[in-house]
Nanobody, 122 residues
């Protein structure tokens, strides 16, 4: 069993930065891939970035590539999403998720956090 807790969301002006953390409990977390997804009101869940179990491989969506960076601290059971150059269209609830498969598809992830709100003002 893995439990995930996101933190770091908030209100920021366009062009600003936020650092989201996904803290995990469970001794098997280090063997899981971790993905970040977001969902804005009235929109479908959107893939943002994923990182494999070792942290050696990452993939980011085209809409955030070059602005967002995903990383993980295996020793601390934490995955970080560093978000720079934020835009109003980045406003959404951000979720981290863990799964055995290193994938961009949300349905490959088994464990989900409760989400953290990110609001970017223009």
């Amino acid at each position: 069993q893995v439990q995930l807790v996101e933190s770091g969301g908030g209100l920021v002006q366009a062009g600003g930065s936020l650092r989201l953390s996904c803290a995990a409990s469970g001794r098997t977390f280090s063997s899981y891939a971790v993905g970040w997804f977001r969902q804005a009101p009235g929109k479908e869940r959107e893939f943002i970035a994923t990182i494999n179990w070792s942290g050696g491989d990452t993939v980011a969506a085209g809409s955030v590539r070059g602005r967002f960076t995903i990383s993980r601290d295996v020793a601390k059971n934490t995955v970080i999403l560093q978000m720079n150059s934020l835009k109003p269209e980045d406003t959404a609830v951000y979720y981290c998720a863990a799964g055995r498969m290193y994938s961009t598809s949300w349905n490959q992830y088994v464990y989900w956090g409760q989400g953290t709100q990110v609001t970017v003002s223009s």
